[in-house]
């Protein structure tokens, strides 16, 4: 079968579409005919050599969505030509994390395209616990980024700035999980929205999100921009989805009395806390954001199947599998401006 696999570089690491063995789906396995995988910033770090790959060489791809093709030992949850997308890590199902159904706080995840082989491929083995159904109402390449992409914004935004109806928000960092943050934010009932972002292209697709107000990030003073924006004291809820030292410090010093900041960017910087006394004076609530609940993800996948959520101006840019290294140079340089893109082993819709 064809795969895009990451290999070690001499100065960065290698990026090779070639011929793989398909591979066996054992006890409480599935392997799955991908139908449509999503090219996520992650893959393009990985590719680049900022983000370690334990496993290489490796399969690349996290977010995919296809077809049941065979089912291993002991598996009686899923059948053959069930349609089907896959979470973008096998967690452990032991620690405390997984007893609350909190998958992205798991320290034993094994990632899909890192610690094993992921869904740049025709075909791909996933335990169950790493499958939910998917709707017939849910385009496979829909389906591919719900796992990720959307699901991590929807914690962020539901779960961990509860958001109220009536709220004003601003999301700095408007790539494709700020892209859906807005989205959801809009959805859940946020009275006014507000986009930051450095990049033309992030905002103007952060407009067709939902977005009311566009803050270009590198404005003399972003803070003023973005407080002149939301209006008051600035917005009730900032989230971050840059993960850079600037930007998160950037949304401490733009929200609102009593506002909360999430930060779901990941980066290695080290963001300053600022002054106590302005800190605590204005009793800002600071949270992280990573991952999502089992729970939450079968709500996003409802609110898509229903219609609620649209996601048709999800994905921006569609290739087929044999030109990954070109949607991730695309994606890189920010051609066509990207929300996700989708790589597909068989026809391109």
Not at 158 to 173: D, F
Not at 180 to 185: E, K, N, V, W, Y
Request: aromatic letters at 4%; charged letters at 20%; a negative charge.
């Amino acid at each position: 079968m064809k795969a895009v696999r990451l290999y070690e570089g001499a100065e960065a690491p290698e990026v090779k579409v070639e011929d793989v063995p398909e591979p066996v789906a054992g006890s409480g396995e599935i392997r799955v005919a991908v139908q449509a995988a999503g090219v996520c910033g992650t893959d393009l770090h990985a590719s680049h050599g900022r983000l370690p790959v334990p496993v290489l060489p490796v399969i690349m791809g996290h977010e995919g969505a296809g077809i049941v093709e065979t089912v291993g030992d002991g598996v009686t949850d899923f059948a053959v030509g069930d349609r089907v997308l896959l979470l973008p890590s096998e967690t452990c199902g032991k620690c405390s994390a997984c007893e609350r159904g909190h998958l992205g706080l798991c320290p034993g995840a094994q990632i899909f395209g890192m610690a094993r082989d992921g869904t740049f491929a025709e075909k791909v083995v996933a335990p169950t616990v790493c499958a939910l159904p998917l709707p017939d109402a849910i385009p496979f390449e829909h389906g591919a980024i719900l796992a990720d992409a959307v699901a991590t914004a929807y914690h962020a935004v539901a779960t961990r700035a509860e958001i109220k109806g009536g709220e004003r928000v601003a999301v700095i960092g408007c790539g494709g999980v700020g892209y859906h943050a807005i989205a959801l934010a809009r959805l859940l009932g946020a009275k006014q929205i507000v986009a930051v972002d450095a990049s033309e292209g992030a905002l103007r697709k952060a407009e067709e999100a939902g977005a009311d107000v566009l803050v270009d990030a590198r404005a003399d003073d972003a803070r003023k921009a973005i407080r002149r924006a939301a209006g008051g004291d600035g917005p009730d809820i900032v989230i971050e989805y840059a993960g850079k030292k600037v930007t998160v410090e950037l949304a401490m010093a733009a929200v609102a009395r009593g506002g909360r900041v999430i930060v779901g960017g990941v980066g290695m910087e080290s963001p300053q806390l600022g002054p106590l006394v302005s800190f605590v004076g204005k009793e800002i609530g600071v949270m992280g954001s990573m991952g999502y609940t089992r729970d939450e993800l079968i709500r996003v996948v409802e609110l898509a199947e229903n219609g609620s959520l649209d996601l048709s101006g999800s994905i921006t840019g569609r290739y087929p599998l044999e030109q990954a290294s070109q949607a991730l140079d695309d994606l890189a340089n920010r051609v066509g401006d990207p929300v996700r893109l989708a790589l597909f082993p068989g026809e391109v819709p």
